[in-house]
């Protein structure tokens, strides 16, 4: 195992951080390589819940190095908070390391997000207002400061003695009435300094000697195929490339090391934010979904998902675009009970069926779904789940297997991991 990769197949909100944690067993490094802490992976150890947002799922398994690659954007206020936190619940994450090329997001970048997000319109994405967008655009303009640039005072001095003015004058512009102080912003970013200085360093050349090594690495991407920049539904999607390339890009690793592609699909479909969603459902089928699954909200906003049937369309794009290997379909339990299941496999528009996603947003916004319905299975109780896992795949109700025969059939990509309920017992590896 050179390399694994696991992508989110949807709109995010799929279950990577459970995926992620599981598969994290057979790794000795895992790599977050995109987004910034507008993502949130949940990962459920026996009774202890974990929130992830810029930290890998893996750092609670001591023995494994877990590295934030350059292509995510940290926010040093939060990174800050989850490595507290984890202290605090007997975690000493000193198996976290940090690419200098990594972007920061700026005090300044949060209030941007906030004033632009105000200003768009039709146009709004939804964003967390955490500053994402606005650090990815610092990225492209060549103007954004760096994890490594924490290191060098002269360096900050310099590049804040032109960033503030800047930043100040569209701050007013955007109608926002903050002021900024230089001085302030450097001297947090130099207690940053003292504070992450253990953890900064060239992940890129630490990860090409692990892999030449023969150490087992596993990428773990953020938010879904249908929130990349590039790939998504534009624009409402997310500021990062959240596909499989990305994973190359943003830890600075060579593609041949990527031998296994995961990509994660829940057993329905979920999405927070704006945008159309042709499969959605609304009244008490919603309500199920959502409360069954303990609750459809997102892990870093806290808004409420919206909830569809799986959409097969959606999942034929992803497998394209990503190269999958596998699908690992989370929340099946929660799909329990009903009966029948329905499965988006087309779009009607204007006449015309459409098996494969538009990138036209107002085409997209205007397909209606073409339903398949399929047998439900009974639900049962969480300890009978787990024996099932433990018995093996056959125990599993026999019109959940054809639920997924259906959709490794309708992917063209075979389902390798099951899971069916939040913690790692939960969880049927069925790759060969």
Known sequence: MPATVVVGAQWGDEGKGKIVDYCAQNAEVIVRFNGGSNAGHTVLVGEELFRFHLIPSGTIRREVLNIVGNGVVVDPSVLLEEIEELKGRGYPVDNLKISERAHMVMPYHRILDGLEEGLKGSLKAGTTMRGIGPCYEDKAA???????????????????????PLKQRLIEAYGGNEVLSEESLLDQCLEYSRQFSAYITDTSLLLHQSLEDGKRVLFEGAQGTHLDIDHGIYPFGTSSNCVTGAAAVGSGVGIRHMEEVIGVVKAFTSRVGTGPFPAEL???????????????????????????????VMLRYSARVNSLDYLAVTKLDVLAGLDPVKVCVEYEFDGQILRHFPANMNVFARCTPVFEELNGWKDISEDTWKEAVKAGYEEFPGEMREYLDFLAKESGVPVGIASVGPGREATMDMRS
Do not use: N, Q
């Open 142 to 164: 060549r103007i954004g400061l760096r994890m490594g640039d924490l290191t060098d005072e002269g360096v900050l001095r310099e590049r804040l003695d032109h960033l503030v």
């Open 282 to 312: 609304s009244g008490s089928h919603a309500s199920y979904l959502r409360d069954k699954s303990l609750g459809e909200y997102g892990t870093t906003t806290g808004r409420p998902r919206r909830v569809g049937w799986l959409d097969l």
